[in-house]
Each structure stands twice: as structure tokens, then as C-alpha cells.
């Protein structure tokens, strides 16, 4: 089993930041793309970012330039670094990983829990 736990959500002001953080453990071969995503009350879930094991990056448009993800696989670990705040932000923040837990399992999405975002004007 595989666990993924969010934290670094809360409250912000317009203009602020916020750097979330999302630690998996449990019985982990290897971590494939690592993922971001977010859920505002009355829509549909988006995703926001996402990182393959070799470090390249994708986002959706409506991030570019504003977040960054990042993580570092020694810790299995991935960060979503956010700027520029808006309040179109707020969302709960979930983070996905595509996990091996052996040699020869399949790969297999595990989801956090997710993480409150607030961004107030």
C-alpha cells in the first residue's frame, strides 16, 4: 500500500505564496510522473502540473509562469511552489503518483487527500 500525504495549504492573500508539499511512502519500487491537481467547490477537478521521474515539467495555462513544481525522488517527494496568488487559486490541492511497488507490478495512481488553498482578495 501507498500513502500520499499533502501539506503547506492555508490561507493567503492575493499576491501571496504558498509552497505545498506532498511526501509518498509505504511499499514504493519506483514513482513515475508526479502530479498536481486541484478541485474548486461547483467544478470540475483540473490538473495543474505534472513531472516525469527525469525532472521534465508540464502545467496548465492558467498556472504558467505563476507555480512550479518540483521533486526530489530521494524523498519521494513533490512540491508545487505557487506565486502570485489569485483567488481563482483557492481549491483543495491534491497531488497523484504513478507508482511500482516491485520490479514487476504494474504502475498504479495513488491519490492524497488533499490540501485547502485559500486565496483572498
Known amino acids: 500500500q501507498v500513502q500520499l500525504v499533502e501539506s503547506g495549504g492555508g490561507l493567503v492573500q492575493a499576491g501571496g505564496s504558498l509552497r505545498l508539499s506532498c511526501a509518498a511512502s509505504?511499499?514504493?519500487?519506483?514513482?513515475?510522473?508526479m502530479d498536481w491537481g486541484r478541485q474548486a467547490p461547483g467544478k470540475q477537478r483540473e490538473l495543474v502540473a505534472t513531472i516525469t521521474s527525469g525532472g521534465r515539467t508540464t502545467y496548465a495555462d492558467s498556472v504558467k509562469g505563476r507555480f512550479t513544481i518540483s521533486r526530489d525522488n530521494a524523498k519521494n517527494m513533490v512540491y508545487l511552489q505557487m506565486n502570485d496568488l489569485k483567488p481563482d487559486d483557492t481549491a483543495v490541492y491534491y497531488c497523484?503518483?504513478?507508482?511500482?511497488?516491485?520490479?514487476?507490478?504494474?504502475?498504479?495512481?495513488?491519490w492524497g487527500r488533499g490540501t485547502q488553498v485559500t486565496v483572498s482578495s
Open positions: 497523484h503518483a504513478a507508482v511500482s511497488s516491485s520490479r514487476l507490478s504494474g504502475v498504479y495512481i495513488y
Open positions: 509505504g511499499s514504493i519500487f519506483s514513482i513515475n510522473d
